[in-house]
């Protein structure tokens, strides 16, 4: 018999897509009526909003908007015992000196990457320009740092339109905290950051397992791991960034029990001038997995064999383990 399940799903999702398509219509409809003052506030506080906010304002009767205004901007005061909000204050002077910063993008500063970045974290902890037509790099750009952790903007053409080049800027949330103050406090309030591993900062890589030999006596298997540098926390020591990655694996057969184990160090060491040209890459490391103890390879090949590997980034202690088939 044929099978039609997917025809019995079709309607269902025809009929999905047009009420949501709808009801993003009606969104679109009713904020294009707004009148300046709150098309205004819409705009403002577009970086801190949430869908469900923005939905409620939209259908909420003009003569209540200014309730709902006022109500939002109560909902982020970190001290709500002092007759000053601090979140408001922060974030609109915010957009104030973004605009006074970066000019000549066509569009006021806030609205650029960098006015972004630059209202919702604060200004960075230290900030490096590279002017145009820097032959080292072949591009402009700026290298912001919070912490150790940097944030990389590219212009691409050096006409002074720089777009983001880190694109996981999750690890902010915590530097949020330290370094940008009451506006930060009252967004993760506002905003609850997003769900991260039990390292506590998204810190991640892709594996590669390869078996170059596999004999009674001798079994030999390359594993390959790739971070995106925008993901690595470095440690900034006079005018370079370092840090250092620790990897250990382990070779597990079917009942769990350990036949081979290692440990490898990697550094990074780059000049401040060249984290720029690595937006859009990865850092390759290669690990060599060798086992030649006779009893224990004659315990492989019984079950499932598996790979345990840990990854610690030595700035920040950050951890992440994966376990891979080992065939």
């Known amino acids: 018999?044929?099978?039609?399940?997917?025809?019995?799903?079709?309607?269902?999702?025809?009929?999905?897509?047009?009420?949501?398509?709808?009801?993003?219509?009606?969104?679109?409809?009713?904020?294009?009526?707004?009148?300046p003052p709150f098309a205004e506030f819409l705009s403002q506080v577009r970086y801190i909003i949430t869908s469900e906010?923005?939905?409620?304002?939209?259908e909420t009767p003009d003569a209540d908007k200014p309730a709902f205004m006022e109500s939002f901007w109560k909902r982020r005061d970190p001290d709500p015992s002092t007759e000053e909000n601090e979140f408001k204050t922060?974030?609109?002077?915010?957009?104030?000196?973004?605009?006074?910063?970066?000019?000549?993008?066509?569009?006021?500063?806030?609205?650029?990457?960098?006015?972004?970045?630059?209202?919702?974290?604060?200004?960075?902890?230290?900030?490096?320009?590279?002017?145009?037509?820097n032959s080292t790099l072949g591009r402009c750009s700026e290298l912001w740092y919070y912490g150790d952790f940097p944030v990389v903007f590219i212009d691409q053409t050096c006409s002074g339109t720089f777009r983001l080049a880190t694109y996981d800027l999750t690890p902010l949330r915590e530097l949020n905290l330290t370094y940008a103050g009451a506006l930060s406090r009252a967004l993760d309030q506002a905003?609850?950051?997003?769900a991260l591993r039990e390292s506590g900062r998204p810190f991640d890589y892709e594996t590669e397992l390869a078996v170059t030999e596999r004999g009674?006596?001798?079994?030999?298997?390359?594993?390959?791991?790739?971070?995106?540098?925008?993901?690595?926390?470095f440690k900034s020591v006079g005018h370079r960034m370092k840090t250092a990655f620790e990897v250990s694996w382990e070779i597990r057969e079917a009942k769990k029990s350990v036949v081979g184990q290692g440990k490898m160090s990697f550094g990074v060491d780059l000049g401040e001038d060249e984290l720029p040209?690595?937006?859009?890459?990865?850092?390759?490391m290669e690990v060599p997995l060798i086992l030649e103890d006779e009893a224990k390879i004659?315990?492989?090949?019984?079950?499932?064999?598996?790979?345990?590997?840990?990854?610690?980034?030595?700035?920040?202690?950050?951890?992440?383990?994966?376990?891979?088939?080992f065939k």
């Not at 044929?2 to 969104?27: E, H, M, W």
Request: glycine share 10%; aromatic share 6%; charged share 20%.
């Open 1 to 35: 018999m044929k099978n039609n399940s997917g025809a019995r799903f079709l309607p269902a999702l025809l009929v999905l897509a047009a009420v949501l398509g709808s009801a993003a219509c009606t969104l679109y409809k009713l904020e294009q009526k707004l009148g």
């Open 53 to 58: 906010e923005r939905k409620v304002f939209l």
């Open 90 to 133: 922060e974030y609109l002077a915010r957009i104030q000196r973004a605009n006074q910063l970066f000019l000549g993008e066509g569009i006021p500063g806030w609205l650029t990457d960098r006015g972004r970045i630059h209202v919702l974290f604060g200004p960075p902890t230290n900030r490096s320009t590279s002017p145009m037509g």
């Open 191 to 194: 905003q609850p950051p997003v």
């Open 216 to 233: 009674p006596k001798r079994v030999a298997a390359t594993l390959r791991l790739q971070m995106p540098y925008e993901k690595i926390w």
């Open 277 to 284: 040209s690595k937006a859009g890459r990865n850092f390759i």
């Open 298 to 325: 004659a315990l492989l090949g019984q079950g499932k064999d598996q790979v345990v590997v840990t990854v610690v980034n030595t700035t920040g202690k950050e951890t992440q383990k994966k376990t891979l088939d």
